[in-house]
């Protein structure tokens, strides 16, 4: 263990004046906590070893996770999931958020949260895309196809 601190003394003298250069303590800060966290994943890479990069340096996820992610894929983004239930006939009749968020959870294993939904759901009404119209049971907004 006190191979690791010594190591970590002199890297961190090493890099002391240009971090002292920062006259802002709060950057100095995120600086070191910078620094210790790039220092964690190089160890992290040194003991694993066998993983494997993909071609931008990022580590790739192991098998156990969804099938879409072990493959290096993302899974899609609030935006283009409602991009894709417009395509369907999802909005022919209306939704609110939180059914909009429990359909999402359960056709795209995407656990969204309202407030992530609401600015794009109101984009796409302006966008003359969906109609934003007020419940008359819970005066809540619900979102149908233009």
Do not use: W
Not at 29 to 43: P, Q, T, Y
Not at 131 to 140: C, G, H
């Amino acid at each position: 263990m006190s191979k690791h601190i010594e190591k970590l003394k002199k890297q961190l003298l090493e890099i002391s004046e240009v971090v002292n250069s920062f006259r802002s303590e709060a950057v100095q800060v995120k600086i070191i906590d910078r620094f210790l966290d790039a220092i964690i994943e190089s160890e992290k890479s040194e003991a694993e070893g066998a993983d494997t990069f993909s071609k931008k340096g990022r580590k790739q996820r192991s098998g156990d996770e969804d099938d879409n992610l072990s493959q290096g894929r993302k899974k899609p983004g609030a935006t283009k999931i409602l991009n894709q239930l417009l395509s369907t006939d999802f909005f022919t009749s209306r939704h609110s958020i939180s059914d909009i968020a429990d359909y999402c959870k359960d056709n795209f294993s995407s656990d969204f949260k309202t407030s992530e939904l609401s600015g794009i759901l109101l984009k796409l009404a302006k966008e003359n895309k969906l109609r934003r119209e007020r419940s008359n049971d819970n005066n809540r907004f619900e979102y149908v196809k233009a």
